[in-house]
């Protein structure tokens, strides 16, 4: 069977605790600066845990006058308009109803239906309560009037979006995809890992034996895709490959010898017509609850064989928490620029290595290397697992 | 692009209520077992939906399970009635991961034992045909050797909220739980979307809900209708169409 169409990420913007763009973001993780800190959008004081990944000033646009008022909506936005920056994409310069956006969400836009049972009735709420809402939203902003996909694979929709993009893209939907994940903080879900008991009061600790769960936080990652063939100027990376698979197993807790996320790498790699000799960096999940690290660690093991000890496995949520589902388009671009700089980011707070947990995990500072080729793991509630391969350029 | 056929689907549909209501509710499925105690509805449903699949191919569970099948799960709205729950309740009652839309399709995954690829679509009619067109793909790959396409939407707990946006619906709303077994197939499937006029998000037109398409294909399936089967929809400005020659599948059409 032959390849599939090469699909080029061209660029991505982001919006995170760590900042308010990619460039901010990048720094951040290099130089192991955290964006965890107090929640104070929301009331939280009834709520165990009260700290988290929460971004302080949405982007860069000075008004938001005219445009969406739900907080996931903005994070949207804003990351598109450091895309757009980055690529004078706006005003768009190719045909609108050829570009489209896909989105990863595991809330959508969840808030304004709180903001809505609890009195604020405004006719607009329920609307933009839907989980596809802020997509549209965002497809208004751009001006882009192709297709318009929400995918909602928990905490792999980042990667599931980026796939589905690259298929509008080799199915001919589209010439142009704006494609990424997005979750903002609100009560609901701060409520809802409250009760589960998985945040922490400590510090994230990805892979450390004193691990004691994550902090969850917001974000939103986007990246413009192109074929690869249609691409002149300069890239970020090629998106090679996708795996998914399910687990199968339970609705919250993952499998617990990590087979889904197994077939979901090897699926990946088969896409992308490569074997696991090939690969030299990987992003982890990286949750640090208990089971995650110890799951995925084994996980790989399998599906990279002996490759996955000579490898350096990272995890960037200790920087910035769990933002849900921008989590893996944001892994994904911290791997294509670490190919770029020639830097992996550190595993923030891995100071003593789990016995479980004995890979290369990058602790302490950021590491010259330049990898080419790329895998970034992903894992969600329901069994969801992700994987996805990148390449250099 | 290479068609998939239709190998079963099952489908369960609200019945007519009392005059005035506005939702054709389907009812809470029994099922045994202290694992589905704190179940949702729309989950129950779902699985409910994969066992009149099973019954329609004739087929028995395991033929649906193991890593060479794919689950595409599309809903526009079902996870409204467990979010609602959540924020109502302050997060007493409902599991908070049943608010995930994943866990539909992650119910019937434990259930029947499904552990290949998966894709989660949000959005009404326009996303069920791009489903039924990426189950294809995936046949066309060699990704999977079966694919479903499973469909929930409920409305009952939200219906208040839902006449909120009335004039964007025909009434009155049908609950709807369906799931489509597609397999290779040897006719042509092609999908067509465009945005039916007006600012991008906003309907032009009475929208449809996830499970329309898929209600459509039952009765098509139910008579000799001639092909091709075409299958349109729309949801907030999106119109999609597919056409689809050589629906039935091989094995449905021998059992015929």
Known sequence: ?393 | MRAPGVRALGLLTGRPPAAGAAVHALARPDRPGDRFRRATRECLLALAAVDAMLEDGKATREAIAGERTALLYVTAAAYGASNREFVERRGGVVHFAYTAPAVVPAEVAIEFGVTGAYGILIGGAPATLRAIEQAGRLLDAGTCDRALVLVVEIFEECADLHAARRRYHRWPLVETAACLWLEPGAGELSFRSSRAGGRPGRAAGPERFAAAPLAELAEWLRGPAPEPVELAGRWRGEEARLRWTRVRSHARESAA
């Open chain 1, 1 to 393: 069977m032959s390849a599939p169409e090469r699909v080029a990420i061209v660029a991505a913007g982001a919006v995170t605790p760590l900042g308010p763009d990619l460039e901010a973001f990048w720094s951040a993780l290099v130089t192991g600066a955290s964006g965890i800190s107090q929640i104070e959008r929301i009331d939280v004081a009834d709520l165990r845990v009260q700290r988290g990944g929460e971004i302080k000033k949405i982007g860069r646009i000075k008004s938001w006058r005219g445009l969406p008022e739900g907080r996931a909506s903005r994070l949207l936005i804003a990351a598109a308009d450091d895309l757009c920056a980055q690529t004078a994409f706006r005003p768009l310069p190719l045909d609108p109803a050829r570009v489209a956006v896909v989105v990863g969400t595991a809330l959508g836009g969840v808030e304004e239906g709180e903001k809505a049972l609890a009195g604020d009735g405004r006719r607009r709420r329920f609307r933009d309560a839907l989980y596809d809402a802020p997509a549209w939203d965002l497809a208004r902003w751009l001006g882009a009037r192709g297709p318009v996909v929400t995918v909602a694979t928990a905490c792999a929709s980042g990667a599931t979006a980026l796939a589905v993009g690259a298929d509008l893209l080799r199915g001919g939907e589209a010439d142009a995809v704006v494609a990424g994940g997005y979750d903002a903080l609100c009560r609901f879900v701060l409520r809802g890992f409250n009760a589960l008991r998985s945040l922490t009061r400590e510090e994230v600790r990805p892979f450390d034996r004193r691990r004691a769960g994550l902090l969850l936080g917001e974000a939103g990652a986007l990246a413009l895709l192109v074929r690869e063939r249609d691409v002149t100027g300069p890239r970020l990376g090629i998106l090679r490959g996708y795996g998914s698979a399910s687990d199968g197993f339970h609705i919250a807790a993952p499998e617990p010898e990590g087979r889904g996320l197994e077939r979901a790498i090897r699926a990946a790699l088969a896409d992308a017509r490569l074997g696991p000799e090939d690969v030299d960096f990987v992003s982890a999940h990286g949750t640090a609850t208990l089971l995650n690290d110890r799951i995925e660690t084994a996980a790989l093991k399998r599906a990279l064989g002996p490759r996955a000890y000579e490898v350096p496995v990272n995890s960037i949520k200790g920087s910035l928490g769990h933002t849900m589902g921008a989590a893996a388009a944001l892994e994904a671009f911290m791997c294509l620029l670490s190919a770029q700089r020639g830097l992996i980011p550190p595993t923030l707070n891995l100071e003593e290595p789990d016995p479980e947990c004995d890979l290369d995990y990058v602790p302490g500072r950021a590491r010259a290397a330049r990898p080419r080729i790329m895998l970034s793991t992903s894992m969600g509630f329901g069994g969801c697992n992700g994987a996805l391969i990148l390449e250099a350029t």
